[in-house]
C-alpha cells in the first residue's frame, strides 16, 4: 500500500500495512482447516459455506459463540500465544457438540491496542488447530487495531461456530431416566474457567511461569495455559453407534450449575466424588485457594470437562469404546429419582464429611 495513502492512519496508531501483512501470512494457515463445504478463501466480506445434507431428513443449524476470559491474561503475562486459540475453538465447539450437533464453521476476532504480527500469527495459528481438532473450516475472522482501547501487549478474543443436526437426533436429555449413568470424561485441566480466582491464586502463590508446577514435572505456564480439550471426534464416534440421552460441558459454574441444564425436572445426579483422577491442578488450587471440595465444583471442572449421561444396559460398551479411544473416562455417578421439586438436583457424594472442608 502506498505510504501517502496510509500516513495519516499510520499517524493516528492504525498501521495498515501489518494489517496486510498478517492476512498475507495466515492464508496458508487458515486453509489447512478447509473443508468440503469451503467455498471462499479469507479476505472478502463473508465466508461461503455450502453444507452436506445428505442423509439429514431435517436439518437445523446450530451456533455457540465465546471468549477465552481472563486466561489471556496469563497468556500475556507469561508471553506464550499458541494456545489460547485452541481454548477460543473448543469453548464454543464443545458447547454445540452437547446437543449432538457437528461442527461446520468457526469465525473469529482478534482486537488489540497496537498489532504484532508475529504474536497474532501465533493467536491465529491456534485457532486453526483447534478447528482441525473440532473438523471444523476456519472460514474467516476480523482483526481490529484500536489504538488507546487495550493495555499495551494485550489483545481480546471471540469467535463463533456454527453446526448442524438432524432434528430427530438432536440431544436435549428429555429422555434421560431413573437408573441411566452418568460418564466423566477428562478434562486437561481448568480449560477456560475461573481464571481470575486462578491468577489471584498464582500471585499469592509466589510461582512464576518457568517454574515447575507443583506435582508434575511441567512449568506453571505449561499447565495454567494447557488448551481446552475438544471432544468431537470422540462423541461423534459414540453418537454412531449409541443412544447417548444427554451430554454436559462443564464449563463455569462447574458441576452444580452444568448439569442441570440438560436434567429433566423430575429426576437428579448423583456424583461419586473421588471416583475419578483430580489433577494436581486442582490440588494445588484448593490448598492455596484455601477452597473446600463444594467451592472447587461449583467453580472448576474439577478433572471431568465432560459428561455423557447414558442408559445402564450400553455403559460397559460405551465405556469400551472410550478406551478403545484413548479418551480417559469414568463412571462418575447415576441418576436417581428428584426427592423435592425444589432440591437441587446435582448431589455429590463425598466419602467422608471431613474431605469437604
Known amino acids: 500500500m502506498s505510504e501517502d495513502r496510509a500516513r495519516a492512519y499510520t499517524e493516528a496508531g492504525v498501521d495498515i500495512n501489518a494489517g496486510n501483512a498478517l492476512v498475507s501470512r495466515i492464508k ?9 463445504g469451503v467455498l471462499s478463501d479469507i479476505g ?12 439429514m431428513e431435517d436439518p437445523v443449524l446450530v451456533a455457540s459463540t465465546d471468549g477465552v476470559g481472563t486466561k489471556l491474561k ?5 508471553d506464550k500465544h499458541d494456545t489460547v486459540g485452541i481454548d477460543l475453538v473448543a469453548m464454543s465447539v464443545n458447547d454445540i457438540l452437547v446437543q449432538g450437533a457437528k461442527p461446520l464453521f468457526f469465525l473469529d476476532y482478534f482486537a488489540t491496542g497496537k498489532l504484532d504480527v508475529d504474536k497474532a500469527q501465533q493467536v491465529v495459528a491456534g485457532v486453526a488447530e483447534g478447528c482441525k481438532r473440532a473438523r471444523s473450516a476456519l472460514l474467516g475472522g476480523e482483526t481490529a487495531e484500536m489504538p488507546s482501547m487495550y493495555a499495551d501487549g494485550e489483545y481480546d478474543l471471540a469467535g463463533f461456530c456454527v453446526g448442524i443436526a438432524d432434528n430427530a437426533r438432536i440431544v436435549d ?44 514435572e511441567r512449568t506453571v505456564a505449561e499447565v495454567l495455559l494447557e488448551p481446552t480439550a475438544i471432544y468431537v471426534e470422540t462423541v461423534r464416534n459414540l453418537m454412531r453407534d449409541f443412544e447417548i440421552k444427554g451430554m454436559v460441558h462443564v464449563t463455569g459454574g462447574g458441576f452444580y450449575d452444568n448439569l442441570p441444564r440438560v436434567l429433566p425436572a423430575t429426576v437428579q445426579a448423583n456424583i461419586n466424588f473421588g ?3 483430580i489433577e494436581p491442578v486442582f490440588q494445588w488450587l484448593k490448598e492455596q485457594g484455601e477452597l473446600s471440595w463444594p467451592e472447587m465444583l461449583q467453580i472448576f471442572n474439577t478433572g471431568i470437562g465432560y459428561v455423557l449421561i447414558v442408559s445402564e444396559d450400553i455403559c460397559e460398551e460405551v465405556m469400551g469404546r472410550l478406551d478403545a479411544l484413548h479418551q480417559k473416562a469414568w463412571v462418575i455417578g447415576k441418576i436417581e429419582r428428584r426427592q423435592q421439586d425444589d432440591s437441587e438436583q446435582v448431589h455429590v457424594n463425598f466419602p467422608e464429611e471431613n474431605e469437604c472442608k
Do not use: M, Q
Not at 496458508?28 to 468440503?36: F, G, R, S
Not at 465466508?47 to 442423509?55: I, N, Q, R, T, V
Open 275 to 277: 471416583s475419578w483422577d
Open 44 to 55: 472478502g466480506f463473508g465466508g461461503l459455506f455450502k453444507p452436506d445434507l445428505s442423509g
Open 173 to 216: 436429555g428429555s429422555s434421560i431416566r431413573v437408573h441411566d449413568v452418568v460418564i466423566g470424561l477428562a478434562s486437561t485441566g481448568p480449560h477456560s474457567n475461573g481464571y481470575t480466582l486462578i491468577r489471584k491464586v498464582l500471585d499469592k502463590s509466589g510461582l512464576k511461569g518457568d517454574d515447575t508446577f507443583p506435582g508434575t
Open 74 to 78: 496469563l497468556a500475556f503475562t507469561f
Open 28 to 36: 496458508n494457515i487458515v486453509a489447512t482447516t478447509h473443508t468440503n
